[in-house]
Protein backbone atom coordinates (compact mmCIF):
# COMPACT_ATOMS: atom_id res chain seq x y z
CA UNK A 1 0.00 0.00 0.00
CA UNK A 2 1.44 3.62 -0.83
CA UNK A 3 -0.11 6.72 -0.18
CA UNK A 4 1.72 9.31 -1.56
CA UNK A 5 1.01 13.07 -0.74
CA UNK A 6 1.88 16.06 -2.51
CA UNK A 7 1.24 19.69 -2.48
CA UNK A 8 2.97 21.32 0.19
CA UNK A 9 5.04 24.06 0.63
CA UNK A 10 5.88 27.53 1.73
CA UNK A 11 2.56 30.22 1.59
CA UNK A 12 1.89 33.49 3.37
CA UNK A 13 -0.74 33.51 5.90
CA UNK A 14 -4.12 33.88 3.76
CA UNK A 15 -3.35 31.89 0.74
CA UNK A 16 -4.08 28.99 0.06
CA UNK A 17 -3.00 25.28 -0.92
CA UNK A 18 -4.42 21.94 -2.33
CA UNK A 19 -2.79 18.73 -1.39
CA UNK A 20 -3.69 15.82 -2.90
CA UNK A 21 -2.92 11.87 -2.24
CA UNK A 22 -2.93 9.21 -4.74
CA UNK A 23 -3.18 5.89 -2.96
CA UNK A 24 -2.30 2.47 -4.77
CA UNK A 25 -2.16 -0.63 -3.73
CA UNK A 26 -5.83 -1.57 -2.34
CA UNK A 27 -9.03 -0.88 -3.34
CA UNK A 28 -9.77 3.19 -2.80
CA UNK A 29 -12.68 3.34 -3.87
CA UNK A 30 -13.89 1.40 -0.76
CA UNK A 31 -11.70 2.99 1.85
CA UNK A 32 -13.28 6.03 3.86
CA UNK A 33 -9.95 8.77 4.09
CA UNK A 34 -8.63 10.94 5.69
CA UNK A 35 -6.06 13.97 6.70
CA UNK A 36 -4.59 14.11 9.74
CA UNK A 37 -0.88 16.66 10.51
CA UNK A 38 1.79 17.14 12.95
CA UNK A 39 3.71 20.23 14.25
CA UNK A 40 7.03 20.82 15.73
CA UNK A 41 6.83 19.39 19.04
CA UNK A 42 3.34 18.28 19.39
CA UNK A 43 1.10 15.36 18.98
CA UNK A 44 -0.43 14.04 15.58
CA UNK A 45 -4.18 15.63 15.22
CA UNK A 46 -6.95 14.59 13.49
CA UNK A 47 -8.28 17.47 10.31
CA UNK A 48 -10.65 15.80 8.21
CA UNK A 49 -12.58 12.72 6.86
CA UNK A 50 -14.34 11.72 4.19
CA UNK A 51 -16.25 8.66 3.09
CA UNK A 52 -16.50 6.50 0.21
CA UNK A 53 -19.13 8.27 -1.32
CA UNK A 54 -18.39 11.53 -0.28
CA UNK A 55 -21.47 11.54 1.57
CA UNK A 56 -20.54 11.76 4.84
CA UNK A 57 -17.39 14.35 5.97
CA UNK A 58 -15.92 15.76 8.82
CA UNK A 59 -13.69 18.36 10.02
CA UNK A 60 -11.38 19.65 13.07
CA UNK A 61 -13.04 22.36 14.51
CA UNK A 62 -9.83 24.74 13.66
CA UNK A 63 -9.84 23.64 9.91
CA UNK A 64 -13.78 24.13 9.78
CA UNK A 65 -14.76 26.63 7.49
CA UNK A 66 -11.23 26.89 5.85
CA UNK A 67 -10.30 23.49 4.70
CA UNK A 68 -12.28 21.27 1.99
CA UNK A 69 -11.62 17.50 1.58
CA UNK A 70 -12.79 15.93 -1.50
CA UNK A 71 -11.70 12.64 -3.70
CA UNK A 72 -11.63 11.42 -6.62
CA UNK A 73 -12.22 7.45 -7.01
CA UNK A 74 -11.82 7.14 -10.73
CA UNK A 75 -8.08 8.75 -9.71
CA UNK A 76 -7.60 7.22 -6.63
CA UNK A 77 -6.97 10.42 -5.04
CA UNK A 78 -7.77 12.14 -1.83
CA UNK A 79 -7.23 15.89 -1.68
CA UNK A 80 -7.47 18.89 0.83
CA UNK A 81 -7.78 22.40 -0.26
CA UNK A 82 -6.82 24.56 2.43
CA UNK A 83 -7.94 28.36 2.53
CA UNK A 84 -7.14 31.10 4.78
CA UNK A 85 -4.10 29.97 5.91
CA UNK A 86 -3.00 30.48 9.70
CA UNK A 87 0.39 30.30 10.87
CA UNK A 88 -0.97 27.79 13.45
CA UNK A 89 -1.65 25.15 10.52
CA UNK A 90 1.97 24.87 9.84
CA UNK A 91 2.27 21.02 9.89
CA UNK A 92 3.05 18.26 8.27
CA UNK A 93 0.04 16.61 6.10
CA UNK A 94 -0.88 13.07 6.36
CA UNK A 95 -3.08 11.36 3.74
CA UNK A 96 -4.24 8.15 6.06
CA UNK A 97 -6.72 5.37 5.53
CA UNK A 98 -9.50 4.84 7.57
CA UNK A 99 -9.16 1.26 9.73
CA UNK A 100 -12.78 1.98 11.53
CA UNK A 101 -13.79 2.28 15.32
CA UNK A 102 -15.83 4.53 17.24
CA UNK A 103 -13.49 7.66 17.13
CA UNK A 104 -12.16 8.52 13.85
CA UNK A 105 -10.41 11.61 15.56
CA UNK A 106 -8.47 8.96 17.03
CA UNK A 107 -5.17 8.21 15.11
CA UNK A 108 -5.40 4.56 16.41
CA UNK A 109 -8.31 3.95 14.49
CA UNK A 110 -6.48 4.74 11.04
CA UNK A 111 -3.94 2.51 9.12
CA UNK A 112 -1.78 3.18 6.46
CA UNK A 113 -0.04 6.19 6.79
CA UNK A 114 2.06 7.94 4.40
CA UNK A 115 5.15 9.90 4.54
CA UNK A 116 3.43 13.25 5.05
CA UNK A 117 3.38 16.70 3.11
CA UNK A 118 5.09 19.79 4.74
CA UNK A 119 2.97 23.13 4.72
CA UNK A 120 4.77 26.19 6.25
CA UNK A 121 2.82 28.97 6.82
CA UNK A 122 4.99 32.32 7.17
CA UNK A 123 3.45 35.60 8.83
Known amino acids: VQLQASGGGLVQAGGSRRLSCLVS????????MGWFRQATGKEREFVSIISVSGATIDYADSVKGRFTISRDNAMNTVYLQMNSLKPEDTSVYYC?????????????????WGHGTQVTVSS
Open 96 to 112: VVYAGGRDWRNEHEWSH
Open 25 to 32: GLPFRRQT
